[in-house]
């Protein structure tokens, strides 16, 4: 059983990395931008609420993001654990996802954060957005939701270090050689 945050700045592969860790772990991966992006593309009213926010680069609002995590972690996939990636990513959401847990008499086991630098999370972005056409995938947009991650979701991160509970991990390397990191970093983390 493990409850765990992936916390990384965009580029940074969290999403990648998410989806071998919930292989591995055997818990099920929730990605609040995948929920999102799959809300857009049925076009349903919570896709087009978020779309205006999502193409510019923002964050969708608190009170809107906060209601569907909800919404998510009380379904019957969680009882064996999560692993959340992309949320929370301020630190109003932090106070949410707190009472959330506190409800279910639940705690986090680790929260994990992918680092990178930026100017190399650019240059992967730019080249993401050639292949897969990402509607938040240009330069100006890039730079902003970086911008928001070091003003916004670093405090997150300080948190959870307060906390004891966060484990840092260099996100640049191989795919698989991240992901060999990543998961000695968990096992450390959970044994202490
Ligand atoms: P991601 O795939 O995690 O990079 O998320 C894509 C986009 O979805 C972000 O740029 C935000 O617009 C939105 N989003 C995802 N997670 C959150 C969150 N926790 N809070 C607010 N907006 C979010």
Do not use: C, W
């Not at 087009?48 to 009170?63: N, T």
């Not at 109003?92 to 639940?106: K, N, S, T, W």
């Not at 970086?146 to 979701?153: G, I």
């Amino acid at each position: 059983m493990t409850r765990m945050l992936i916390i990384g700045p965009p580029g940074s592969g969290k999403g990648t990395q998410a989806e071998r860790i919930s292989e591995r772990l055997g818990v099920v991966a929730i990605s609040t931008g995948d929920i999102f992006r799959a809300n857009v593309k049925g076009e349903t009213p919570l896709g087009i609420e978020a779309k205006k926010y999502m193409d510019a680069g923002d964050f969708v609002p608190d009170s809107v993001t906060n209601n569907m995590v909800r919404d998510r972690l009380s379904q019957d996939d969680v009882e064996n654990g999560f692993l959340l990636d992309g949320y929370p990513r301020t630190t109003a959401q932090v106070d949410f996802l707190d009472q959330i847990l506190a409800e279910g008499e639940q705690e986090l086991d680790v929260v994990l954060q992918l680092t990178a630098d930026d100017e190399v999370l650019v240059a992967r972005l730019l080249g993401r957005a050639k292949e897969t056409g990402r509607s938040d995938d240009n330069e100006t947009v890039i730079r902003h939701r970086l911008d928001l991650y070091h003003e916004q979701t670093e405090a997150v991160v300080a948190k959870y270090a307060e906390r004891g509970i966060l484990t840092q991990v260099d996100g640049i390397g191989g795919i698989d050689e991240v992901t060999d990191r990543v998961l000695t970093a968990i096992e450390s983390a959970k044994a202490v």
